[in-house]
């Protein structure tokens, strides 16, 4: 990898006119970010030498999209402090996760934002309780097996396919509506429909075949 030792002027002075607009010790509410061509260019060239280690690109990243990232995990969490430690935590790990960034694929804004969805889902998973009663469906009381409930649950939602455990976790986890899940999903209510269905009848297969 090239390693890019000398600064870049451009870089340096954008990160530096955001840091100054920034003026604030938390995050704000998304905003509406300048995509002129430009910019985009200097994104683009700013991930480039950011993947080479360079801080004051990675610092532009982060002073550029941090307030929307937060906001986005925010809407996710409903919580604002969780919401702030997920932010800290996708930029803290941006140099190491940006090798897997194509500029051809999707642009870097779409990009940062999946990458923030998923931190989002995997931290409800480790901080939330799963209602397992709302995915299998009502069961006697048992107090003695709960933990054991909750353990197969969690270790049967990681062989589900991406969609339909995203669905799945969405829906009964955070508590969304199917119309919710597929505007944020970009799909129809009835594909997130067909994906619940789906995800939850081979989860209670994976689940019998757990407890058998």
Not at 25 to 31: A, I
Not at 43 to 68: I, P, Q, T
């Amino acid at each position: 990898m090239q390693n890019h030792t000398r600064p870049d002027r451009a870089i340096r002075k954008e990160a530096d006119v955001l840091e100054l607009s920034a003026g604030r010790g938390r995050f704000r509410r998304r905003r509406q970010l300048d995509q002129s061509a430009a910019t985009e260019r200097l994104v683009l060239r700013a991930v480039e030498r950011a993947k080479a280690g360079d801080a004051d690109a990675l610092r532009f990243l982060y002073l550029r999209y941090a307030d929307n990232v937060y906001g986005y995990v925010c809407s996710i969490l409903r919580d604002e402090h969780d919401a702030e430690d997920v932010t800290q935590q996708v930029f803290a790990k941006l140099l190491g996760s940006l090798c897997r960034y194509e500029p051809r694929t999707v642009p870097f804004s779409s990009w940062i934002m999946r990458v923030a969805h998923n931190a989002a889902i995997d931290h409800m998973r480790t901080r939330r309780p799963v209602p397992v009663d709302e995915v299998r469906g009502p069961e006697p009381a048992d107090d003695g097996s709960a933990r054991e409930n909750l353990r197969a649950l969690c270790v049967a939602l990681r062989t589900l396919p991406k969609e339909q455990r995203e669905v799945i976790v969405l829906r009964f986890l955070v508590g969304l509506s199917p119309g919710e899940i597929a505007e944020r999903m970009g799909r129809s209510e009835d594909a997130v429909n067909g994906l619940q269905h789906r995800g939850r009848r081979r989860l209670r297969r994976e689940m019998d075949r757990i407890a058998a």
